[in-house]
C-alpha cells in the first residue's frame, strides 16, 4: 500500500520586478500584516526568485509563484501564471 504524501505548495501573488536573468523573475509579494507593538495594518515586501522556463514574464506583470525544489542558491520558486499583463 504505497500511499503518495503529496504537501500543498505555497502560492502567492505578486510583481515582476526583473527579468534580466536567463529563465529567471524577481518577484515582489507585499503583504498587509498588522504591526506587533501597535496593531497598525503594515504593508511588508520581500523578493523572491521564481523559475520562468519560457522567459513569458516581463517587468510590471501580476503573476502567481508556486513553491518547488531548490533550483540553485536563492531560487526556490517557479513561475505558474501570468495573472494580468503590464498595460502599456
Known amino acids: 500500500m504505497s500511499e503518495e ?9 505578486g510583481e ?3 527579468n534580466k536573468m536567463t529563465r529567471t ?4 509579494v507585499t503583504r498587509r500584516v498588522p504591526h506587533p507593538r501597535y496593531k497598525k495594518i503594515v504593508n511588508v515586501s520581500k ?13 510590471g506583470d ?3 509563484i508556486a513553491e518547488t525544489r531548490p533550483l ?5 520558486w ?4 501570468i495573472v494580468k499583463g503590464q498595460t502599456v
Open 5 to 13: 504524501k503529496k504537501t500543498a505548495r505555497k502560492l502567492v501573488q
Open 16 to 18: 515582476v520586478v526583473s
Open 25 to 28: 523573475i524577481a518577484v515582489k
Open 47 to 59: 523578493k523572491f526568485y521564481a523559475h520562468d522556463a519560457n522567459n513569458e514574464a516581463k517587468i
Open 62 to 64: 501580476f503573476v502567481e
Open 72 to 76: 540553485s542558491k536563492l531560487k526556490r
Open 78 to 81: 517557479e513561475l505558474v501564471k
